[in-house]
């Protein structure tokens, strides 16, 4: 018998066609500003309107592989944590 788990169900915010990251560059696939846009912000947020930690904790991962990608092409913005979670504590 096999125990492998099978993740079926993608989330909202990584639905082809909607406002995700293109990598590496990490600005948006649909809107083309830099990711998170106002777009991704809402969707995100909507998602996880009643675990606003696991938005961070999702936030926080697509940083570090930003950071990773930022890194690898020699210019890690200055604002990266405020741009991936900065901006959720001022959401409503
Ligand atoms: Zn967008």
Known sequence: MSTELIITARPILEQPGEHVP?????????CGQSWPCANAKSD???????????????LALHMWEAFDDFAARGHIPAD????????VRDSP
């Open 44 to 58: 995100l947020l909507y998602e996880h309107l009643t675990t606003p930690a696991a938005a961070l904790v999702r």
């Open 22 to 30: 293109e990598r590496p560059s990490w600005d948006c696939g649909k």
């Open 80 to 87: 990266l944590r405020e741009r991936f979670i900065g901006w």
